[in-house]
């Protein structure tokens, strides 16, 4: 089954035009086009490769328990 999604495209007009035209001249719809297109560019993409891990770093323990305003105002008043 295959399930179709109605959605808006922003084009620049002289991008449509030439797709209009496309699809005349080839007697597609511009849907179809477009759709060919897409799935064309998103085939033709190169697989994404094992990323390296991202770095972790280890800052310490908690300053202050959020949960306790006045310890908050403690250390924020430390800072100022």
């Given at each position: 089954m295959v399930i179709r999604m109605k959605?808006?495209?922003v084009l620049a007009d002289r991008v449509v035009e030439r797709l209009k035209q496309e699809a005349?001249?080839?007697n597609q719809t511009m849907s179809e086009l477009v759709e060919a297109a897409l799935r064309r560019w998103l085939d033709d993409r190169p697989?994404?490769?094992?990323?390296p891990k991202l770095?972790?770093?280890r800052g310490g323990g908690y300053l202050v328990d959020v949960s306790d305003r006045e310890a908050l105002y403690t250390v924020m008043e430390k800072d100022a």
């Open positions: 959605t808006t495209l005349a001249r080839s697989a994404i490769k094992n990323l770095p972790v770093f």
